[in-house]
């Protein structure tokens, strides 16, 4: 079993940043691949990126590629999720997921479980 809980969000400007992070309770916390997922308004969940269990590989989507980056704390057992270069139609409640195994997964199925979410809204 693994307890996500996000951290972080909030109100920014656009062109600012703001960095959520993750945290996870449970074992093995290495075992497990991270991502983060958002869901705006009236649309469906999508993915955001992802990190492998080791740490070592990172995917993004293409609409935050190049602006979002995902790191990991294996010690800690964070997944922190920083935002630069923000943009109004990043506004969203973003959730973060943990996938059994160490391969990084792009839908929302492959996730067992999931976070409570954590707002961000960026003005324009």
């Known amino acids: 079993q693994v307890q996500l809980v996000e951290s972080g969000g909030g109100l920014v400007q656009a062109g600012g940043s703001l960095r959520l992070s993750c945290a996870a309770s449970g074992r093995a916390f290495s075992s497990y691949a991270m991502g983060w997922f958002r869901r705006a308004p009236g649309k469906a969940r999508e993915f955001v990126g992802g990190?492998?269990?080791?740490?070592?590989?990172?995917y993004y989507s293409d609409s935050v590629k190049g602006r979002f980056t995902i790191s990991r704390d294996t010690a800690k057992n964070t997944v922190d999720l920083q935002m630069n270069s923000l943009k109004p139609e990043d506004t969203a409640l973003y959730y973060c997921?943990?996938?059994?195994?160490?391969?990084?997964?792009?839908?929302?199925?492959?996730?067992?479980?999931w976070g409570q979410g954590t707002q961000v809204s960026v003005s324009s």
């Open positions: 997921a943990a996938a059994a195994g160490p391969v990084i997964r792009y839908r929302t199925s492959e996730y067992d479980y």
């Open positions: 990190i492998s269990g080791s740490g070592g590989r990172t």
